[in-house]
Each structure stands twice: as structure tokens, then as C-alpha cells.
């Protein structure tokens, strides 16, 4: 056993150790050294993650980028595709309406009508039967009034109205054509191209040569 005087001694030397100029303290937990820090590291860790997460949202963003420019690219021209579409569907349904046949043409001469009276009663219509007054001469153009000879008159002595069913075909052409839509009272003055009158054959009985252009003046009496 250690002696208790030895015991001490050691004790004082320690002491006196301890308390030479420049002696560091013992080291405990409390003042123990920490190790340095630096944040370069944790910078550089924290630069290459902030890197990788900026280069994924990008790459997430080019491909919505990309799909909405290539959305656009494609609406862009569909407007006018569409408005060509509609005008050839419009064009094509027109096309497909049945076209009306055009008019005939009149060819030839054609009959002039001069109304001198309008007449105030009943209109004569096909198939009306019809009572008419009238003077015939020959068509002379370059002499007075464009009348020629007389050749017939409904007003000479013992004479009457002229009675026929209007379009059935009883008498010319120029006059089914020519007392239509008259009113009783009225009067007019019909110009008859051959074609319309007795033709080339003329009027039987050769009263009327044939290929002569006649005129009337007519005077519609009643109406049935």
C-alpha cells in the first residue's frame, strides 16, 4: 500500500505541473477543439443539386413547350383549311342544286303589240271566248301609218263581231297572242310577222299571199 505521505506528494506535483506558464488546461468535453467547418463543400453539393433539380424541371418543361408550340403550329393553319373545306362544301351544294332550264330564246320577228285604249271590264284569257271588232291591212312600213291595203274589216256594212275561243287555235297566232290580256274597251293595234300570220302558204283562197306581214287594229266587245 501506498504510503499516505508518497500519495500527497504526488498530488503537490501535479499541482506545480499544472501551474507552469504556458500549460494548456486539460482537456475536457466542454473545451474540446470542434473540428473546422467549410461550406465549400456543402456549396458545391448544394450548386449540383439546385443544378440537377433546374436541369429536370427543364427537361419537364421542353417537352410541354415543345407539344404546345407543335399544338399551335397545328391550330395555326387549320383555320384556313377549315374555311376552304366550308367554301368547297358550300360550292359542292350549290352545284348540286338543280339549275332551272333557261327561257327560250325568241327568234325571228316578233309581234308588236300598241294598246290605244286600255279597256276597263272583263280581261280575255285563254280559253275565254272572246267577240272582236277589227280592220286588217297589209304591213307597209314606209307608208303612212305602216298601212297598206285594207284586205278585210269586221265593221264593213253587214258585217259583226268576230266570235272565237281565245288559244284554241281558230284563228293566228298573232291574234291568240295579241288579244290576250285585253279588257273589254280596249283597243289595240296588233303588227303580225308572217310567221305568225298565214306563212308561207298564205290565206286560202290567196286573199293574202304568202310570207306577208300584216297588221290589225283590234277592239275587244265582250268577254264570255
Request: overall charge positive; charged content about 15%.
Amino acid at each position: 500500500m501506498m504510503r499516505r505521505t508518497t500519495f500527497v506528494a504526488l498530488l503537490l506535483a501535479a499541482a506545480a505541473a499544472n501551474a507552469q506558464p504556458g500549460a494548456q488546461p486539460p482537456v475536457t468535453p466542454a473545451n474540446a477543439p470542434q473540428p473546422a467547418t467549410t461550406s465549400t463543400p456543402a456549396s458545391a453539393a448544394d450548386q449540383a443539386a439546385a443544378a440537377t433539380r433546374q436541369q429536370g424541371v427543364q427537361s419537364a418543361a421542353d417537352p410541354a413547350a415543345a407539344a404546345s408550340q407543335q399544338a399551335a403550329g397545328q391550330a395555326a393553319p387549320s383555320s384556313p383549311d377549315a374555311a376552304g373545306a366550308g367554301a368547297a362544301a358550300a360550292a359542292a351544294a350549290a352545284a348540286a342544286q338543280p339549275v332551272p332550264p333557261a327561257a327560250p330564246v325568241p327568234t325571228g320577228p316578233q309581234l308588236e303589240i300598241v294598246d290605244r285604249v286600255v279597256g276597263k271590264g272583263k280581261e280575255a284569257t285563254t280559253g275565254s271566248q272572246v267577240q272582236v271588232n277589227y280592220t286588217g291591212w297589209f304591213h307597209k312600213p314606209f307608208s303612212k301609218n305602216g298601212r297598206g291595203r285594207k284586205f278585210d274589216s269586221s265593221l264593213d256594212a253587214g258585217r259583226t263581231p268576230l266570235e272565237f275561243r281565245l288559244g284554241a287555235g281558230s284563228v293566228i297566232k298573232g291574234w291568240d297572242q295579241g288579244i290576250a290580256g285585253m279588257k273589254v274597251g280596249g283597243k289595240r293595234t296588233l303588227i303580225i310577222p308572217s310567221q305568225l300570220a298565214y306563212g308561207k302558204r298564205g290565206a286560202p283562197g290567196g286573199s293574202i299571199p304568202p310570207d306577208t306581214d300584216l297588221i290589225f287594229d283590234v277592239e275587244l266587245m265582250g268577254v264570255k
